[in-house]
């Protein structure tokens, strides 16, 4: 898979974007908390008492936090790239059950190699493009016996507000988003081994364009694309977006659809996964395979 390079990421960008967003974060997170309780329920699927958990791209904390009740022996390790947001993420670290907080890049993790059991990180990879470099570096802090359960967004997501934008000029506003496919063959080609996908849709409702954006703006999910725009848009421009969005108007709101896709992986051991419910499926390397419920 070659990345264009107008959807390569701004990393410094990236992490000025959540350092701004980090004390209104939560509140906005709406999203946010339910695919990540969602991650958290496909743990049951997994019987093992993990000595160290990596919460990557941990936001906040509120999932660290649970991670920690979950596995309360557990060293519980909260990493995100913006100093902001684990600032943030004190007030869930509790004296009878600490968080570990790191300041870290997922492509260039400051941790030793084969040393973490579970790795969870809920709606961050799609930060990480290509996503290549993030997925060598969970495959080398990873125990070969480990396990990586993550979710991220699919190339559906916000494909009402990239149409509305269309309507007005030719740059790329809306982040690109990898398919499962593509996901699944980084996974391989990471080494990591017996990889689960499944793809969840849904659509969130706004009052108008404006609101979604105002929410995407509070999350910190500013465009960090290289083919961004790097002017601003008079009144007129932005019209053209609200009237082009208008069109997708049902029930007296206007939709956001968002592609969910969840993943689990082992180490380089490799393991042989539970069998699947639910909706998921077991996708033999080579063959990703799109699972929709």
Partial sequence: MAEEPAFRLDRARVRASFERASAAYEAAARLQARVGEELLTRLDTFRFTPRVVLDLGCGTGRFARALKRRYPRALVLALDLSPGML???????????????????????????AGVDLIYSNLMMQWCTPPDPAFAELRRVLRPEGLLAFSTFGPATLSEL??????????????????????????????????????????????????????????????????????????????????????????????????????????????????????EARIPPGSIARVRR
């Fill in 87 to 113: 600032r943030e993420a004190r007030r869930h670290s509790r004296p009878w059950r600490p968080l570990a907080r790191v300041c870290g890049d997922a492509q260039r993790l400051p941790l030793a190699a």
């Fill in 162 to 279: 990239r149409a509305a934008w269309a309507r007005a000029d030719d740059f790329s506003h809306v982040h690109h988003f990898l398919d499962v496919h593509d996901v699944g063959d980084a996974l391989v080609r990471a080494g990591l081994t017996e990889p689960v996908l499944d793809v969840d849709r849904v659509q969130l409702g706004y009052p108008d364009a404006l609101a979604l954006m105002r929410e995407l703006k509070a999350l910190g999910a500013h465009n960090a694309s290289a083919g961004r725009p790097r002017t601003l848009f008079a009144r007129a421009h932005l019209e053209r977006v609200r009237s082009g969005y208008e069109a997708f108007r049902r029930g007296g709101e206007l939709p956001a659809t968002f592609e969910v896709i969840y993943g689990v992986a082992w180490g380089a051991a490799g393991r042989t996964a539970s069998t699947p419910s639910g909706g």
